[in-house]
Nanobody, 126 residues
């Protein structure tokens, strides 16, 4: 599986951005998908995840109520709608994919995911 993120950019605090992650492969619908982010000097952290069977979604506490993850299996694409952006949301955002069944909260762990995109920069100015 190859993943390509787009949609990053520079936005003022309070603004919105929508990230997209296009995946290759015919079995996209069977993959769990996630978004992580990494700010300078910090570890990569879980942002949101969506199971292959749509309906199971989870978010980091820091983005709940502001970010929305969704997927379009017909387009092999997962999205991250980011609203009410804050300067602390500034980071490189990565898309991730994993075919194994989700057990518990494994998807919070960076090491659980097998496939990664190259990342897209999101910068929120104050």
């Amino acid at each position: 599986v190859q993943l390509v993120e787009t949609g990053g950019g520079l936005v003022q605090a309070g603004g919105s951005l929508k990230l997209s992650c296009a995946a290759s492969g015919r079995t996209f619908s069977t993959y769990n998908m996630g978004w992580f982010r990494q700010a300078p000097g910090k570890q990569r952290e879980f942002v949101a995840g969506i199971k292959w069977s749509v309906g199971n979604i989870d978010y980091a506490d820091s983005v709940k109520g502001r970010f929305t993850i969704s997927r379009d299996n017909a387009k092999n694409t997962v999205y991250l709608q980011m609203n009410s952006l804050k300067p602390e949301d500034t980071a490189v955002y990565y898309c991730a994919a994993e075919s194994r069944p989700l057990i518990g909260s494994n998807w919070y762990l960076e090491t659980w995911w097998d496939y990664w995109g190259q990342g897209t920069q999101v910068t929120v100015s104050s």
